[in-house]
């Protein structure tokens, strides 16, 4: 019991530092150093289940040098991160244009709509693109993504299916939702009339964006949603 309970305490307490640098970053101050019992693979181990390790490199490089083989690793992860961040947000401008080029409508949600507010968006892991579609457009807007060289990981176009997956190797994956939330969810009925409540795009005709007060309140039943399901990390209590 005393051997799980101390891993239970450095798990805990590594969580609290890595949580320091992450606010050192985003308050740009000088971040802590490492405290006594941690070691900085144990740092790298927990910033990278939570998605932030890019983040937190960005604070402790300079401390983390002298370890030779992790800072290469690291930093090998942040460079990959960097590129699929650059990736992506190249990708989106052509994607949300096809869309519009088409007639179809799409709203960009989550990590596409966070990362402006990060000191720095690669500082903003997220894994694919995350679209909104509407339910009548989902066979066409499938046969787009496969226009557009992606490949479809399900079938969108049936009425079952609330999302799919398209992917275009090697770092693009782009999620397309028929709706925010879940049919079953309890909170669905709220979201029945998004596309009223969006703000069109100043210069892409189709393209919506969610208001900020929606996109916070969606922010939170996604939140609720990984909580339910899977557990969330510190990575959404930052978003």
Do not use: N
């Not at 499938?142 to 990981?153: D, P």
Request: charged fraction near 25%; hydrophobic fraction near 45%.
């Amino acid at each position: 019991m005393k051997e799980i309970e101390l891993e239970e305490s450095t798990t805990l307490r590594c969580g609290r530092y890595v949580i320091a640098l992450l606010a050192s970053v985003i308050h740009k101050a000088e971040p802590p150093a490492l405290p006594e019992g941690l070691t900085w693979e144990m740092v790298y181990d927990v910033a990278r289940a939570h998605a932030v390790d890019a983040m937190v490199l960005s604070a402790v490089g300079p401390m983390v040098k002298q370890e030779a083989a992790l800072y290469a690793k690291w930093g090998h992860g942040r460079d990959v991160q960097m590129t699929q961040t650059l990736t992506q947000m190249s990708e989106e401008p052509r994607l949300l244009t096809a869309f519009s080029q088409a007639g179809l409508r799409a709203m960009p949600v989550k990590g596409s709509a966070l990362r402006g507010l990060y000191p720095s968006p690669d500082m903003r892991q997220m894994s694919d693109i995350d679209l909104i579609v509407r339910p009548e457009e989902k066979a066409q807007t499938a046969a787009l993504m496969v226009s557009l060289g992606y490949r479809a990981e399900a079938d969108l176009a049936l009425a079952d299916e609330h999302e799919a997956s398209f992917r275009l190797p090697p770092f693009l994956t782009v999620e397309l939702h028929d709706s925010p939330v879940k049919p079953q969810d309890p909170r669905a009925g709220y979201y029945a009339g998004i596309w009223a409540k969006a703000q069109a795009d100043a210069a892409l005709p189709g393209v919506f964006h969610l208001r900020a007060e929606d996109e916070y309140l969606y922010l939170l039943v996604h939140f609720l949603q990984h909580y339910e399901d899977a557990g969330i990390g510190i990575r959404q209590v930052m978003d």
